[in-house]
């Protein structure tokens, strides 16, 4: 009795915390950032649409070239997070115009670092695609689609460190405009250049790298607007440039770390069986449509953490951190709450298989569980990355994929099916709760002024 006194008691207390002052300021963020989140995989799936009528093989071609892409800007994250921290930072300190100075750093990079991406990729395209183990036909179309999509990875790339430029100085409500217009176009030119002017999955690659374009374009437009205003030159800085790739080091570490997780949850699930990659791929889709919320929890975090610091204001900081975390906890609550709601319904929407339906069904009570510790992971994640503990993160990333490498090894040499590898991914958010709110307790994360040193 007591022990259910106590957690009404620190329930009540966390929604008493979403009751503070600068819940505005959260929700001004974080709600722009999540419909932008939202929108590109939404119209993912309307892009799905259109190749699956082209049949079986191009579809195939279309996941296996996306999952090639979307690693490859995955890694690159950096260039949004780093340069949201970066700028967001030098806001507070009142420097609007070494801000921008940042983000014009950032966008050189990244225009750089789409080049190297281009060069490499092209010649390696088949390479990488092969290393999937699809049919001959599956490996032509996505051979095709990677290759004319890797034409516009500097704009990708771009468009991330605009995005954090954006992010950085307070405004989310542009990227969101931004992504919806141009997933829109790029949606109706897939339409036109597939299923209109017959050009197959070349069509859908097409129509991606001209909205992309078209994207960057808008991106530069605005950045260039504000640099102009600020009077701050647009020509690269190579000192900045190689300082935010320097600075972007530990990020990437961090992300590889993320990715391998990802990767070896796959790999492991595709051993245990079709059924299994099955019941694994729907699970993380799912996990993956709750994650964008409390993702948008954390770009918030990322703002205004770097804004408070650069200003000296170690107090606001550690304010707007617990009313974060009270927000990510709650909305885990929440999450698990509805997620319990509709699991029994979530089989029959995939139109799966009796064997597919009861893993699915398993393996959703783990997704179900974690995710109050999952709501304050993502938020304090956001928090350090917009304090530039980067070199923390990349360190604790590290740790924490040993905690899940070991669990993984565990149910790879037992023998042990789908629902135990989800016990060792949620043995992974349990080791990243517990190292992220440890360093949080501290204070060596507090670094305050224009820039962390």
């Not at 179309?141 to 500097?154: C, F, H, K, M, V």
């Not at 990659?277 to 889709?285: D, H, I, P």
């Not at 610091?309 to 927000?327: C, E, H, K, P, S």
């Not at 974690?370 to 993160?393: K, N, S, T, W």
């Amino acid at each position: 009795m007591a022990d259910s006194r106590q957690v009404a008691g620190r329930l009540r207390e966390a929604v008493g915390g979403l009751r503070g002052p600068q819940n505005a300021e959260i929700l001004r963020l974080a709600l722009p950032a999540f419909g932008a989140l939202v929108a590109e995989p939404l119209f993912l799936l309307a892009d799905s649409a259109i190749v699956g009528r082209l049949g079986t093989v191009p579809l195939g071609g279309l996941g296996v070239a996306s999952q090639v892409l979307t690693t490859l800007v995955n890694i690159s994250i950096f260039l949004a997070y780093g340069t949201t921290a970066a700028v967001a930072r030098q806001l507070g300190a009142g420097h609007r115009d070494a801000a921008i100075r940042l983000g014009i750093d950032g966008l050189w990079l990244a225009a750089a670092i789409g080049l190297v991406v281009l060069a490499a990729g092209w010649p390696l395209s088949p390479l990488l695609v092969r290393a999937f183990g699809g049919t001959a036909g599956v490996s032509h179309e996505a051979i095709t689609y990677l290759r004319i999509s890797l034409l516009g990875a500097p704009g990708m790339l771009i468009v991330l460190a605009g995005t954090g430029v954006l992010r950085g100085l307070q405004d989310t409500r542009t990227p969101l405009v931004v992504a919806v217009a141009a997933n829109a176009v790029n949606v109706v030119l897939n339409a036109t250049f597939v299923l209109g002017l017959h050009w197959g999955i070349a069509g859908s690659a097409w129509g991606t790298v001209i909205a992309q374009a078209g994207t960057c374009i808008a991106y530069l437009l605005v950045v260039s607007r504000g640099a102009r205003r600020a009077g701050v030159s647009r020509r690269p800085d190579l000192a900045g440039v190689r300082s935010a790739a320097f600075a972007g080091a530990s990020l990437v570490l961090r992300t590889l770390a993320l990715q391998a997780v990802l990767v070896v949850m796959t790999a492991i699930a595709a051993r245990q069986g079709d059924a299994a990659l099955a019941a694994n791929q729907v699970a993380m889709r799912v996990w993956n449509l709750f994650v964008l919320a409390l993702d948008a929890i954390a770009i918030a975090g990322q703002a205004i953490t770097g804004r408070y610091l650069g200003a000296d204001d170690v107090a606001a900081a550690r304010a707007a951190t617990r009313r974060m975390i009270a927000w990510g906890a709650v909305y885990g609550v929440i999450f698990s709450v509805v997620l319990l709601a509709i699991r029994p319904a979530l089989p029959p929407v995939f139109g799966l298989a009796p064997d597919v339906r009861r893993l699915l069904l398993a393996v959703l009570v783990v997704v179900i569980v974690q995710q109050p510790a999952a709501g304050v992971v993502f938020v304090l994640d956001g928090v350090l990355i917009g304090a530039g503990d980067q070199d923390y993160l990349a360190v604790a990333g590290l740790v924490t994929l040993a905690v899940f490498l070991a669990g993984a090894w565990a149910v790879l040499t037992s023998g042990a099916g789908l629902v135990a590898l989800w016990l060792a991914y949620c043995a992974w958010m349990a080791a990243r709760f517990a190292t992220l709110t440890l360093r949080v307790r501290g204070t060596r994360w507090l670094v305050t002024g224009a820039v962390r040193r």
